[in-house]
């Protein structure tokens, strides 16, 4: 009887351990989460452009540099461009600076010219100035 009791306690002791250091894993991923996105998180907020941290961290999965997207996402509400948070993604995924492709769709309005997404970012993905382009084509 003394064995088999002791064997019990020594059980509930190992899963105490277990769960213990399961429960540190747990903490010690959402710890690491908070800190690599919670900067980012916050300057989406502060610029009234919320990206929810399940996002960013989806973003972060499919090898998207959240940093650049969010920013670009930011910098394009404040110009007045309402771009999609999910085109600028998708344009970053498919390996297009999404900083040049707002910065080309900003100065393409400041000079009047017309210019769409999905031109920007084709013009840009096959190696071209959209800008310059844009003058080319208005030049015409």
């Known amino acids: 009887m003394t064995t088999s009791l002791v064997l019990g306690q020594s059980d509930h002791r ?3 351990l277990v769960g ?3 429960a540190a894993v747990v903490v ?3 710890v690491t989460m908070m800190v690599l996105f919670l900067g980012v998180w ?3 907020m502060v610029a009234a452009k919320p990206v929810s941290l399940v996002r960013l961290i989806l ?3 499919d090898g998207v540099n ?3 997207v969010v920013d670009a996402y930011i910098q394009a509400s404040r110009a007045g461009l309402d771009i999609p ?3 600028i993604e998708q344009h970053s995924r498919k390996g297009g600076n999404v900083r040049d492709a707002v910065d080309s769709m900003i100065a393409a309005r400041q000079e009047g010219l017309l210019a769409g997404w999905e031109y920007v970012t084709s013009m840009q993905l096959s190696g ?3 800008l310059q382009q844009l003058r080319l084509a208005d030049a015409e």
Request: proline share 4%.
């Open 14 to 16: 190992a899963l105490l």
């Open 85 to 87: 948070l999910k085109w």
């Open 66 to 68: 959240v940093s650049q």
């Open 42 to 44: 916050v300057r989406s």
């Open 59 to 61: 973003m972060r999965i």
């Open 128 to 130: 071209r100035d959209p």
């Open 20 to 22: 213990l250091a399961v």
């Open 28 to 30: 010690a991923i959402v």
